[in-house]
């Protein structure tokens, strides 16, 4: 079966750095994405990940390993308005996204 | 920038009520998707459209049919409301599969009574 797994919750402080992971087991792959979703809205894209590396976008990187079946999400000099959900996504060989459960972010003063 | 608007932020209906909930996007994307959002869970594709008058069965498209007449809109139909179907709606479309990004509705938090 298809699978994606994150951690549920992650609790930071304001002005640090934190890393959700996200392993993933598909059936087949072309490409990764992550998606924030703020309480009571819909998710925005944040970033997208084909090839093997880090892609560096402001304070926001993703990195993905497709051998390992990994990927993580780095937030950089957090922000209150960072608090949010962070969904992350496969996209299958039918080029259907599959989706994780989503990491719940607190970001704590 | 690509809109993708939905007809209702919040619904409340009761048991074995016709449901209809609206989709519209307009960048003349020709994918359009249904998902529903629950707690703990990833988000579940109910059905899904390539195109006009296309349409496919996602994950879990027991109770739920669409319908794609026109290539802006795409309408999911709960043709008797059950409470097990209380739940966040999102709509979501895409350019073509060449694109894989989606873009997503405000969503429609249905309740069922």
């Known amino acids: 079966g298809q699978n994606i797994d994150q951690p549920t919750e992650m609790t930071a402080t304001e002005g640090a750095i934190v890393q959700i992971n996200c392993t993933y087991q598909?059936?087949?792959?072309?490409?990764l994405f992550w998606y924030q979703q703020h309480a009571g809205e819909a998710p925005t894209f944040l970033s997208y990940n084909v090839l093997d590396g880090l892609e560096e976008k402001g304070r926001f990187s993703s990195f993905l390993s497709r051998s390992k079946g990994y990927s993580y999400l780095l937030l950089k000099e957090l922000q209150m308005k960072d608090s949010a959900s962070y969904l992350c996504a496969v996209v299958d060989s039918n080029y259907q996204l599959i989706w994780g459960a989503g990491t719940k972010l607190i970001i704590k003063p | 920038d690509v809109k993708v608007t939905q007809s209702s932020r919040y619904l409340v209906k009761r048991t074995g009520e016709k449901v209809f909930l609206e989709c519209v996007q307009d960048m003349d994307h020709e994918n359009m998707f249904w998902y529903r959002q629950d707690p703990g869970l990833g988000l579940r594709l109910i059905y899904f459209?390539?195109?006009?008058?296309?349409?496919e069965k996602g994950d879990i498209p027991e109770g739920y049919s669409v319908s794609r007449e026109k290539k802006e809109r795409f309408s999911l139909i709960l043709e008797s409301a059950s409470t097990n179907q209380t739940s966040m709606y999102l709509c979501?479309?895409?350019?073509?599969?060449?694109?894989?990004?989606?873009?997503f509705g405000p969503g429609t938090r249905l309740t069922v009574l």
């Open positions: 459209s390539y195109d006009v008058k296309m349409k």
């Open positions: 979501a479309s895409r350019a073509g599969t060449e694109s894989n990004e989606q873009f």
């Open positions: 598909t059936s087949g792959f072309n490409g």
